[in-house]
């Protein structure tokens, strides 16, 4: 037993200390910190009015907007676990999270009835639905009613530091999604090496854009901001408009925002990044998944020096290793660490270990493992999963890589992507990467699929950029002497879009789906 301290306090002191600031803004609305925790407090009592308490579990489907951004504060002010979903999660997805969690709650905004109803029938556990614009269905209340019925709870339920807070669902790419457990203790440190090596300087001064789902990685995201009383802005709706989000940089000033490549490759694409001014950013931030090089040097050269990589999975919180903007370089510099996702981060030590849980020196390729207080206690009720993902002592994360002799990591791809082709491994990733260096290639995905006489062989899905047509030889001819041969895939065919799965990931097994339906595998 470590007592620590809530998570709800750094809501609770930003508030004291500031309280007339601007802490979210949405739309035309503005809330000050005083208004958001006064609204916290009040919905945190009327769910401890209806019985819900700590060790509770509080499943939360809704788009982003003021109600999802209070109810994590609500559920940890009375030692509740926030159960967050990814909104473009489809009903039975959603239904599956609630049960396996045993929600006592269901939180919906109204534009997902399917979802909720689906929640309701797969779930006995509930005894309370909440609606976000409306009642949440028979017996129900919506979150206005809690928070204007509510009396205020004042003081946080004490926690020890392995308390869970929060259950980060996986995005489930390889079969059914897992619950890691976000404790107390391990998000305060979290929230600290967010702040340290990733925006160092964040104040009430600063200003974050918001243009991701707070319940995924753009949520931890924002708990630094609360912590240190930088206001979030709200994009006013769930699709990324990228001139309003650069209208809304200039118009807040924003100093910093996270992303994902997709987003930020769409940012740096669009014409409205040279109509508005974006001198305010000091931190653009990018993690999720991998980003090619060409795609970084087009943001540097939109952006400037403010781009700031990490790399770390949900189950870690994000924290694994850092690529801070001095470490990024618009030039092939030899001297630059090309192709890095950073060094590892502030108290996490990494390692890549052999199948046999021994560490490999440096520049020899194996699993990416990793230990420190931002690893996760464990993924909910799955004692098997955790078997495997702590075996030898260290949290497994499935991404294959290196470490360089300076202890700066880069990532190969997953386990289950790499392939052998006549006896030697291919990692998908380094062929995706020379293919995108081709002008004409806008993504890329490279799979393994049987062949008689090599064992496996790569097939490259290509999507093209916009006007312009992709000849299969040419980019073929590409990759002579920037990729060994046995590394090309055997064929490129070309398609308009590649799919993603709900968290904007593109699933490799649904790549091969596609491909064998379609004859091209």
């Not at 208004?35 to 509080?58: F, H, P, W, Y």
């Not at 959603?94 to 797969?122: I, K, M, Q, T, Y």
């Not at 990228?242 to 997709?262: G, K």
Request: hydrophobic content about 40%; overall charge negative.
């Amino acid at each position: 037993m470590i007592p620590t301290s809530n998570l709800a306090s750094l809501l609770l002191q930003t508030a004291r200390r500031l309280p007339d600031r601007p802490g979210l803004v949405w739309r035309d609305r503005s809330w000050s910190w005083a208004e958001i925790a006064q609204r916290v407090m009040a919905a945190a009592g009327s769910l401890r009015a209806r019985g819900i308490g700590k060790g509770d579990r509080v499943l939360v489907h809704a788009r982003n907007g003021n109600a999802i951004f209070e109810s994590c504060w609500a559920c940890w002010l009375i030692g509740a676990i926030w159960v967050p979903t990814n909104f473009r999660l489809s009903p039975p997805e959603v239904a599956f999270l609630a049960s396996n969690a045993g929600c006592r709650v269901h939180v919906f905004d109204n534009g997902f009835p399917e979802h909720r109803e689906a929640a309701r029938a797969g779930n006995p556990a509930c005894v309370l639905e909440v609606g976000i614009g409306q009642a949440g269905g028979a017996g129900g209340v919506s979150w206005e009613d809690l928070v204007a019925l509510g009396v205020p709870v004042t003081e946080t339920e004490a926690v020890d530091r392995d308390d869970p807070a929060w259950l980060f669902y996986t995005s489930g790419t390889t079969g059914r999604p897992k619950g890691g457990t976000l404790t107390h203790g391990q998000l305060a440190f979290v929230v600290v090496n967010h702040i340290a090596d990733l925006m160092p300087g964040l104040t009430e001064r600063d200003a974050s854009l918001v243009v991701a789902p707070l319940s995924h990685g753009a949520g931890v995201h924002a708990l630094a901001q609360v912590a240190r009383g930088a206001v979030s802005v709200l994009m006013p709706g769930e699709r990324l408009e990228v001139p309003e989000a650069w209208r809304l940089v200039e118009t807040h000033r924003v100093s910093n925002m996270f992303t994902v490549p997709t987003i930020l490759n769409a940012l740096c694409g669009d014409a409205s990044v040279d109509a508005f001014d974006h001198a305010s950013l000091r931190h653009v931030i990018y993690a999720g998944a991998p980003m090619y090089r060409e795609d970084q040097k087009h943001a540097l050269r939109k952006l400037g020096p403010c781009l700031v990589q990490y790399f770390g999975l949900g189950e870690v919180t994000g924290n694994i290793a850092v690529l801070p903007p001095e470490w990024h370089s618009l030039d092939d510099d030899p001297a630059m660490p090309i192709g890095s996702c950073g060094y590892p981060r502030t108290g996490i030590e990494i390692a890549i270990l052999d199948a046999a849980h021994h560490r490999l020196p440096a520049n020899e390729t194996g699993e990416i493992c990793v230990r420190g207080p931002a690893v996760m206690a464990g993924y909910f009720e799955n004692p098997s999963a955790n078997e495997k993902a702590f075996a030898g002592g260290w949290f497994h994360t499935g991404d294959l890589g290196h470490l360089d002799a300076r202890g700066f990591l880069y990532i190969t791809g997953r386990q289950s992507d790499m392939y052998i082709s006549g006896g030697s491994n291919v990692y998908p990733r380094e062929v995706e990467e020379a293919l995108m260096t081709h002008p004409a290639v806008a993504e890329a995905c490279v799979v393994g699929v049987p062949h008689e006489k090599w064992g496996e062989t790569g097939v490259a899905v290509l999507v093209a950029r916009d006007g312009v047509a992709i000849d299969p030889a040419a980019v073929m001819a590409h990759l002579d002497g920037r990729l060994g041969r046995y590394k090309w895939p055997s064929r490129i065919v070309v398609w308009d879009a590649l799919p993603r799965s709900g968290y904007g990931k593109v699933p490799k097994n649904e790549v091969k789906r596609l491909l064998a339906e379609r004859g091209e595998g």
